[in-house]
């Protein structure tokens, strides 16, 4: 059979701006993106980001994405091909006490940078979403991209908004997108270059990782009544470099597979509370102080992703599919980054 020839992507030449690129996962594309031979910008308001988190390789813009003139201007000056967008306010009960604020910068920003790619001709998003846009009570067996949709919270509901506004866009023919609706986003780059370091971080495994290391009295555990097999909370948590890995697929497959496709990023196999309070308890040799508390508002019992259509679709082989790796990479991280936790800096401790 005469082998098919394949031209070669011309967008995949070109930088890949990545937006909040100076936060816990941007700063691990743009580091997996120059590793992969990729020319990086980072656009960033640094709101919550950290300047000293964007990779020496990268080219930092500070910009606010809901300035579309300025975005334009900095995606025709650096002549970017595709766009990464990660920037978005994150913080599920910061978004119920303040669901304005969340609409005005997760849908502002995404509005405005979409009209800002139509204007520079910038063809490709691959766009950070979440498994907080599926219904509720679909939680409890694994969760596949055709579940239904319907977010409890107005984090979830931005960023179901803005996945609409990329297809509605897409369908106009003036860009290709790809979806990623990532589960719960943990570990550091196993290389220790970059980590989570957001100042009032709120998941689960930073906070353990502080507690253990002494940069907080104890972990609060909300909830020991849920219907699952010890009572706290099950969650799939995937590895921030895999997650990265899943980018740079979805990005040089943006032409083929990935085209205007939408993949849950997880593993599939959910851990509970309790299950990442023992494994830190291992690594550390060490008990982990704890407290007990009503369960949190909003919470789910369950969340655990069908993951198996981006690994079939694109080929994705995640490295770092084991809790202990993940919780040994955050604690490596918070270990050597407390001075600036501990201290409320914003400067690089090193
Ligand atoms: N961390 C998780 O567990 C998780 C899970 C699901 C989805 N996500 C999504 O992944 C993305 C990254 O999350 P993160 O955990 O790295 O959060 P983060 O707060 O560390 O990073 C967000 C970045 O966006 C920047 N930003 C926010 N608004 C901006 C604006 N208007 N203009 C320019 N920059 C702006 C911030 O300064 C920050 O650097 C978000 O879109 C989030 O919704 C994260
Ligand atoms: O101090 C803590 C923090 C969390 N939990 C529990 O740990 C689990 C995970 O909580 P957390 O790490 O806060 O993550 P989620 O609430 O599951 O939400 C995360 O995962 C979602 C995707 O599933 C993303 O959309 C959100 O942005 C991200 O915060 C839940 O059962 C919590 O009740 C505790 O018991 N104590």
């Not at 909040?20 to 980001?49: E, F, P, Q």
């Not at 910009?63 to 994150?90: F, K, P």
Request: hydrophobic fraction near 40%; glycine fraction near 10%.
């Amino acid at each position: 059979m005469p082998i098919p020839h394949l031209e070669p992507d011309p967008i995949l030449s070109r930088p890949v701006m990545v937006t909040g690129g100076a936060g816990y996962v941007g700063s691990h594309i743009a580091l997996a993106l120059l590793d992969a031979g990729h020319t990086v910008v980072v656009a960033d308001n640094l709101c919550t980001g950290l300047r000293w988190l964007v990779p020496d390789g990268a080219a930092f813009e500070q910009v606010d994405l809901r300035d579309g003139d300025a975005l334009e201007q900095i995606m025709r000056r650096h002549e970017v091909g595709a766009v990464i967008h990660c920037a978005a306010s994150t913080v599920v009960p910061d978004s119920v006490a303040d669901p304005l604020g969340y609409y005005g910068n997760n849908i502002g920003a995404t509005l405005s940078l979409l009209g800002a790619m139509a204007r520079a001709a910038v063809g490709r998003i691959i766009f950070s979403s979440t498994a907080a846009v599926y219904r509720a009570d679909t939680a409890g067996a694994p969760i596949a991209e055709d579940a239904p949709t319907d977010p409890l919270s107005p984090y979830g509901a931005t960023k179901l908004m803005a996945e609409r506004m990329i297809r509605d866009t897409a369908a106009t023919g003036i860009l290709d997108y790809t979806i990623l609706r990532y589960f719960n986003v943990a570990g550091a780059d196993p290389d220790g270059r970059a980590g989570q370091s957001t100042p009032a971080a709120t998941h689960l495994i930073k906070l353990a990782c502080e507690t253990a290391c002494g940069h907080r009295p104890s972990l609060t555990i909300y909830g020991t009544d849920w219907p699952t097999p010890d009572g706290t909370g099950v969650r799939d948590f995937v590895h921030v470099s895999d997650l990265a890995q899943a980018h740079i697929m979805a990005l040089q497959q943006g032409a083929g597979a990935a085209r205007n496709r939408i993949f849950n990023c997880g593993y599939g196999s959910g851990y509970s509370v309790r299950d990442v309070i023992k494994e830190l308890e291992t690594a550390t040799g060490s008990a982990l102080p704890i407290q007990t508390a009503p369960r949190r508002a909003g919470d789910l019992a369950q969340v655990v992703a069908d993951g198996r259509a981006l690994a079939d679709a694109l080929g994705w082989r995640p490295q770092y599919a084991d809790l202990s790796r993940i919780i040994a990479h955050s604690l490596a991280w918070e270990a050597s980054h407390s001075t600036t936790k501990r201290q409320g800096l914003t400067g690089h401790p090193n």
